[in-house]
């Protein structure tokens, strides 16, 4: 969740070091804070609150040097508080601190350091790690030696920044675990550290990543890497191809809206390259997939959090309904706490818009000590969940920015059915014709996106009726179901609306008691093989004088006669209607947000990439 920058070279870091951590905004955070080396001395500002105040403060009370790290803090240990915020550092003021992570037996390490004399400045457990680095900071050890003398006492998931006054060269950075990633920026005569890439895409699209155990030392001209036993390890240089403009809001008034109208274009990278519309055939080179293989598998567990988890659920139908492979989809943070009956038979498929979510980073690594294949669906490039995978699919999405995801929803949908086809036919499954016709459908989805964004103006008008309500009741059945539990999810993450999902043929057993004229009810009802059953739910609603907004395919004439609102999609075939059907939802879920006046990209307490449990 943190967020981390760090600048070493010839250039002022300070405006560096800031305006990184202003395009780390999105992962959510309470308090900023930045240190830079001026002449010989450690000089830092924080504050709690947004990054405008850091700047506003620097600018009351400048400093510049060449060597900076900065740090956006999203509170575990102590209140958010400037005394609380990175960074941090010791009693000798010759080291600094920024952290990712929680150091799960800080407690017991706190208690031992302040038996040896260490006085502590915070609450915060990140503190414990420079006090432990001024331990071993001693004349017979350099900064890494000491720094990898540390770091062997902490427990847990971390990304670690630092720098020290007294080796003014270099910076540090250390990665143990999956917490958040950690990358390095190589540049001409100067290098950068971050935490995500929209950090320093702006200097440099030239980057390394490192690996869990692994401790980078950056110099201006020189990158070396080592574990944290010093041993010297082999690093590649990946060139990132994102142009950091398509970070930027543009013409809209929030990321989040961008987002949601970028779906055409990261629906189109989606499937080009990977569809060969003449032959009928998908390709998925990342995946490493062979008919032999695909005939192996008995069992796919789809894990996920979230949003992620929901397309999910939507995989599950394709996967069974195309492949006929059982699929069960499990949240992340539940799976390895279950005692899963996962083998050597098996497919872990992890989804993660950031490839760095804590709870699926374990997943993973619970299926692979059960002997599992391990798949990953990420959006981001050379991410953690992509690189403990056997193979990938990439979402193709660019830069997501908005806390709330919409363009990372749809796409690993469109990713989840060209698996589906993939394994079916690998498997011998599907007749030429029926391939033929699934992979013609594709052709569709871009343009059909399209249209429901053209019909923007309709969805602003719904919101306007619905913008002061206090609860919302979403249905859905079959391959729509979890598109419900998608809508609801997006209201009430931005416009703070009370809003539960459920299967409609579920509302009779509890939730109907809820329904009334205060209840608005959202019905994902387009021509699926579902319809007939949704048109019952829809009309129960009525009957106990609830508002109903219905999801609908062009040219249905009776549900206008029973619904209050009608936001229209156009006809697609069933298999990808939730792909469609969910645009709608994003857009009311955005524009209630918006007419309330909410911060609709950095929602309250939440963050985009969620790196602790």
């Known amino acids: 969740m943190c967020g981390i920058v760090g600048y070493i070279g010839p250039r002022d870091a300070t405006p560096i070091v800031l305006s990184g951590l202003q395009r780390l905004e999105y992962r959510g955070y309470d308090s900023a804070g930045i240190a830079v080396l001026t002449g010989q001395r450690i000089e830092i500002r924080r504050d709690v609150g947004k990054i405008s105040h850091l700047i506003e403060l620097v600018r009351q009370n400048p400093l510049s040097g060449h060597l900076g790290i900065g740090h956006t803090r999203w509170a575990t240990h102590g209140a958010p508080s400037a005394r609380n915020a990175h960074p941090h550092v010791g009693m000798t003021g010759e080291v600094v601190v920024v952290h990712n992570g929680i150091v799960e037996n800080y407690r017991s390490l706190r208690e031992e350091l302040e038996a040896e004399g260490a006085i502590f400045n915070s609450e915060t457990d990140t503190e414990v790690i420079v006090h432990l680095i001024e331990r071993y900071f001693t004349g017979q050890n350099t900064l890494t030696q000491a720094v990898q003398k540390a770091l062997q006492h902490i427990e847990g998931a971390h990304g670690i920044v630092l720098f020290s006054s007294r080796e003014p060269d270099k910076l540090i950075a250390a990665r143990i675990g999956n917490a958040g990633g950690v ?196 959006n981001v490039i050379g991410s953690q969940a992509m690189r403990l995978a056997d193979g990938y699919i990439s979402m193709q999405c660019g830069p997501e920015i908005g806390v709330a995801s919409t363009k990372a929803y749809t796409a690993p949908l469109v990713d989840l059915y060209m698996l589906a086809v993939l394994l079916a036919d690998l498997r011998g499954d599907l007749l030429p014709h029926v391939r033929h016709q699934l992979v013609s459908d594709l052709r569709l989805v871009p343009k059909l996106a399209g249209v429901c964004l053209e019909r923007e103006h309709a969805v602003i008008e719904v919101a306007k009726a619905l913008k002061e309500t206090s609860n919302c009741l979403y249905l859905g059945r079959g391959i729509n179901m979890p598109t419900a539990y998608e809508g609801a999810l997006k209201l009430k993450e931005i416009s703070y609306i009370h809003a539960e999902a459920y299967p409609a043929g579920e509302m009779k057993h509890g939730p109907i008691a809820l329904i009334d004229r205060d209840m608005p009810v959202i019905a994902i009802i387009p021509r699926d093989p579902w319809y007939e059953k949704m048109l019952s739910q829809v009309e129960q609603a009525k009957a106990r004088g609830g508002t109903v907004v219905a999801i609908a395919t062009d040219g249905d004439e009776l549900i206008p006669t029973i619904a209050d609102h009608v936001l229209w999609i156009p006809p697609i075939p069933w298999l990808l209607s939730p792909v469609i059907a969910v645009i709608p939802l994003q857009l009311l879920a955005y524009h209630i947000a918006a007419l309330r006046g909410l911060d609709v990209d950095q929602p309250r307490n939440l963050a985009k990439s969620v790196t602790v449990e």
Not at 205 to 221: D, H, K, N
Request: overall charge negative; aromatic content about 6%.
């Open 183 to 378: 990358v390095i920026g190589l540049g001409e005569g100067e290098n950068f550290v971050a935490s995500d890439l929209p950090a320093i895409l702006e200097h440099t699209r030239r980057v390394v990543f490192l690996e869990s155990q692994q401790i980078a030392v950056v110099g201006r001209e020189e990158v070396s890497v080592q574990t944290l036993y010093g041993e010297t390890v082999p690093w590649q240089v990946h060139t990132i191809p994102w142009d950091p403009v398509s970070a930027e809001k543009g013409e809209y008034r929030h990321f989040m809206q961008k987002e949601i109208h970028e779906q055409v274009r990261s629906l189109t990278d989606t499937i080009a390259g990977r569809v060969d519309f003449q032959k009928g055939r998908i390709h998925l080179e990342e995946l490493n997939l062979t008919p032999e293989f695909a005939r192996s598998i008995q069992k796919i567990f789809i894990i996920a959090c979230g949003t992620a988890a929901h397309a999910g659920m939507v995989g599950k139908v394709l996967i069974e309904r195309i492949a006929r492979i059982p699929v069960e989809v499990d949240i992340a943070s539940e799976f390895r706490y279950r005692e899963p009956l996962i083998d050597q038979n098996c497919v872990a498929l992890a989804i993660s818009q950031s490839g760095e979510t804590a709870d699926t980073l374990a997943a993973m690594e619970e299926a692979r000590k059960r002997g599992a294949k391990l798949w990953s669906i990420v």
